[in-house]
């Protein structure tokens, strides 16, 4: 079945980085696009950047206005892992980070990884 896993989230300082992946299993990884949300204490889940699936039209990453400039994202197919470099942290950057993938009209997302930018 599709697995999502995060990990990476942790405790940082502001102006800090962290790298947070997602290991993919049980669906075609290099097929479909690959996302990461984050969810803010009392905050609706936002979309935070996409990278496009092999040989699809949005070749070009997304972000969010909110992190564009500090965030990258990036895929690896053969270890089937998505990985979201983050830097120039700020504290409004915590909250919880998720994986996400759109399969056959199905939204699945991993458990989440936690990360707290705080001094």
């Known amino acids: 079945q599709v697995q999502l896993v995060e990990s990476g989230g942790g405790l940082v300082q502001p102006g800090g980085s962290l790298t947070l992946s997602c290991a993919a299993s049980?669906?075609?990884?290099?097929?479909?696009?690959m996302r990461w949300y984050r969810q803010a204490p009392g905050k609706e889940r936002e979309y935070v950047a996409r990278v496009g699936h092999v040989g699809g039209a949005g070749d070009k990453p997304y972000y969010a206005t909110s992190v564009k400039g500090r965030f990258t994202i990036s895929r690896d197919n053969a270890k089937k892992t998505v990985t979201l470099q983050l830097n120039s942290l700020k504290p409004e950057d915590t909250g919880v980070y998720y994986c996400n993938a759109w399969i056959s009209g199905y939204d699945y997302w991993g458990k989440g990884t936690l990360v707290t930018v705080s001094s």
């Open positions: 049980g669906f075609a990884f290099a097929n479909y696009n």
